[in-house]
């Protein structure tokens, strides 16, 4: 499955142009990727001047050991379309109706990556590992 992953206030909190502290979304991702699964960047942030805000989240990403399948699009998707929208099975992102959020005090509200692992392992996209 290819699963498109924002990145501020989904696998950080928002510090734009920063990188934001962790939520909780490495495991997951991992889990992901251990999985079989690809996973697509597909954010607003960009490369541009001495802006490297894009080049920062791709290097979140490697840091810990997360490939990604693409950035800023599905690279398949160039045999059959020339959209720029980056294609994929599932997106995760904090702006997306019904994804899980943390609503912190002072800040904005990020993704809760403990719920949303509960709902990849409902849908049969992650293995219920609480047994182990």
């Avoid at 999985?35 to 490369?47: E, K, N, Q, V």
Wanted: proline share 6%; glycine share 8%.
């Amino acid at each position: 499955m290819d699963i498109v992953i924002d990145f501020d206030g989904t696998c950080v909190m928002h510090q734009y142009p920063a990188v934001g502290r962790e939520i909780g979304a490495t495991p997951v991702l991992r889990e992901l990727i251990d999985a079989g699964h690809r996973l697509i960047l597909f954010t607003m942030r960009s490369d541009r001047g001495k802006n490297r805000a894009l080049s920062d989240a791709v290097e979140w990403f490697r840091e810990r050991d997360i490939p990604l399948f693409g950035v800023q699009t599905n690279p398949l998707q160039r045999i059959w379309t020339s959209s720029p929208k980056a294609y994929g099975n599932l997106y995760i992102d904090d702006s997306a109706l019904g994804c899980p959020l943390v609503f912190p005090e002072d800040g904005f509200p990020y993704v809760d990556w403990k719920q949303v692992r509960r709902m990849l392992v409902g849908m049969d996209i992650l293995k219920d590992n609480s047994e182990q």
